[in-house]
């Protein structure tokens, strides 16, 4: 809803040095008709113009994150997000835990590439994952178990093998993932991988 000519002069301004806050810096956003630009594109739009960065006040910068937990009297936060870039990074800045659920735009293949910054603690599909337990996932030799599923990667490729909660297939496939991607330096290939449905353990 935002007018184009309304973008023009703010970014003319803002050249000419109007202190320039932005809200967030979210480059998508979920729609009920599929991802869409989100207000980080608009961000990057003036930045490129201007010359400028801006303030960021929102995630995952720390100020909206402190004076958050300051308000509500958090003693023991929880950051929970569905954005990795933004939710889950600004946990990992705050140094407090995070748990990443699936209902945003960060899929498995943001997932696996994702920096060590930006990795949450914990992982559900959705906010039920709240009053589940997390169970630990455990390295046996170059492959990671969790709850039934075993995976590693092989010629650069992740495999998943085994059975059980979708949530453990996540949690051993990221696991898996962020070794090698933290001892080659490489992101893994997911072509060949399919997670298995929310909610069922389906084999794989």
């Known amino acids: 809803d ?9 970014a003319v301004r803002i050249r000419d040095g109007l202190r ?7 480059m998508s956003i979920p729609t009920p008709y ?3 630009p989100g207000h980080g594109v608009l961000v990057e739009t003036l930045r490129r113009f201007t010359g400028v960065d801006p303030v ?3 995630k995952p910068e720390r ?6 937990i300051r308000r509500v009297g958090g003693e023991r936060p929880l950051m929970v997000g569905d954005r990795l870039d933004t939710d889950i ?3 990992v800045r705050l140094g407090i835990p995070s748990l990443l659920v699936r209902t945003g735009v960060s899929g498995l293949g943001e997932l696996v590439a994702a920096r060590r910054e930006e990795r949450p603690t914990y992982l559900a599909a959705d906010l039920s994952g709240l009053l589940r337990p997390h169970p630990q996932v455990h390295q046996d030799g170059g492959a990671w178990e ?10 650069g490729a992740l495999r998943v093998v085994g059975e059980g909660t979708s949530d453990d297939w996540w949690r051993a496939a990221a696991s898996a993932a962020w070794t090698h ?12 991988v399919h997670p298995p449905a929310d909610d069922v353990g389906a084999a794989r």
């Open 146 to 155: 969790c709850g039934g599923w075993r995976a590693q990667v092989v010629d």
């Open 20 to 26: 320039w806050v932005a809200s967030n810096t979210d």
């Open 89 to 91: 990074e600004g946990a």
């Open 181 to 192: 991607l933290d001892e080659v330096g490489d992101v893994v290939d997911v072509a060949a």
């Open 63 to 68: 100020p909206l994150l402190e004076e958050t």
């Open 56 to 58: 960021v006040a929102g």
């Open 2 to 10: 935002v007018l184009w000519r309304d973008v023009m002069r703010a």
């Open 34 to 36: 599929g991802t869409a």
